[in-house]
């Protein structure tokens, strides 16, 4: 009776979410490898997967949202820790991660949360639609080149200097704050596997073989065809 009456007045500290947005087109290890080593060494509860509908920074996915979803699940199938969430998918219009943080604040209570976003993409955190709001549903997780990170744009490195953290301050509150995290870098982007796939050569060992093989059964990324007008 004691016990439950402590255990109610001091709940055990919620285990963290981690999040990470992507067009995963498609998935590859360079996300799985550096996603895995954050999970372990924050003691994630999870990260979840997210897949955008419509990207707001670049150019039209090759393959549709449905197919870059089922690749994702197909990736992270059987890794304990590892999620998908299709909530972009299901939302009309450009994905925009602040909308997105917003509805996982509200399905997810006062859990902290990690956005976690690769060194490269953060760097243009400040070019994000009302990115100065992220920091009021989730704390920053940034997989970092091991050593110091490179200057920022002025605007972004007035809002990291104050916000910058260590992994024990991120879980005692819900947002706000930024970790630079190092993680195992591996130069593997999709454009790269696009481009080998679209010269008819091999991605293979960039990505993993469920991933590959489902490309090719679902003839994915064909190699372009020489227009008839060209012939
Ligand atoms: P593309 O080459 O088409 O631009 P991408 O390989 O960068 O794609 P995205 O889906 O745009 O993949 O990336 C999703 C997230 O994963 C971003 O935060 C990005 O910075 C991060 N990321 C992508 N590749 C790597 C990598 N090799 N190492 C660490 N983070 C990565």
Redesign the pocket.
């Known amino acids: 009776m004691r016990a439950k009456t402590l255990r109610s007045r001091f709940p055990p500290h919620p285990r963290p979410i981690g999040i990470?947005?992507?067009?995963?087109?498609p998935?590859?290890d360079?996300?799985l490898r550096?996603a895995l080593e954050v999970l372990e060494a924050l003691d994630l509860a999870e990260i979840r997967f997210v897949p955008c509908r419509i990207?707001a920074h670049?150019d039209s996915p090759q393959i549709t949202a449905e197919q870059r979803l089922a690749l994702v699940r197909l990736a992270t199938a059987g890794q304990a820790g590892f999620a998908v969430d299709d909530r972009e998918l299901r939302r009309e219009g450009a994905s925009y991660m602040v909308d997105t943080l917003a509805s996982l604040r509200e399905d997810l209570g006062d859990i902290p949360l990690y956005l976690?976003?690769?060194?490269?993409?953060?760097r243009e955190l400040h070019t994000w639609h009302r990115w100065r709001e992220l920091g009021q549903f989730a704390h920053v997780v940034v997989?970092q080149r091991p050593g110091p990170p490179k200057p920022f744009a002025p605007v972004l490195e007035e809002f990291v200097a104050p916000r910058m953290a260590d992994a024990a301050a991120l879980r005692r509150q819900p947002a706000g704050l930024i970790l630079f995290q190092p993680?195992t870098?591996?130069?593997?982007?999709?454009?790269?596997?696009?481009a080998l796939l679209a010269r008819g050569q091999s991605p293979r060992f960039l990505l993993p073989e469920a991933v590959l093989a489902c490309i090719h059964e679902r003839a994915l990324y064909r190699p372009l065809s020489t227009p008839a007008s060209m012939t």
Request: negative net charge; charged residues 15%; glycine residues 12%.
């Open positions: 990470l947005g992507g067009t995963f087109d998935i590859h360079g996300h550096p990207p670049r976690i976003v690769g060194a490269d993409a953060f997989m993680v870098q591996l130069d593997i982007s999709a454009t790269h596997i696009r």
